[in-house]
């Protein structure tokens, strides 16, 4: 009869946000800590997904902020048009009727 600790293989939880990774993680028993921003998404884990650690085990997890990945994509959008009418003092009237 054993009494040491049961062996759970680590989950991988690279590229998930970092909620969703601890879920997962607490689900298979295991204790969370997180390196970087807790709105982030998982780069890196300690021990890596594969390994198999005790039950109760401490899982790091390093997160990046997500939203550094969606900048660039904002400004010059509906700024063009609105020029399409006479440019010339409006006149286009022919002349000698």
């Known amino acids: 009869m054993s009494t040491g600790k049961?062996?759970?293989s680590v989950?991988?939880?690279?590229?998930m946000g970092y909620a969703n990774a601890k879920s997962l993680l607490e689900?298979?028993?295991?204790?969370v800590t997180v390196s970087g921003p807790e709105d982030g998404t998982v780069t890196g884990m300690s021990p890596t997904a594969g390994t198999q650690s005790d039950s109760g085990a401490t899982i790091t997890l390093t997160?990046?902020?997500s939203s550094t990945n969606n900048?660039?994509?904002n400004g010059n959008n509906g700024n063009n048009g609105g020029n399409g009418g006479n440019?010339?003092?409006?006149n286009n009237t022919p002349e000698g009727n």
């Open 11 to 15: 989950p991988s939880v690279v590229g």
């Open 6 to 8: 049961q062996q759970i």
């Open 87 to 90: 440019t010339d003092g409006g």
């Open 71 to 73: 900048g660039g994509n």
């Open 63 to 65: 997160t990046k902020s």
């Open 27 to 31: 689900s298979y028993g295991f204790q």
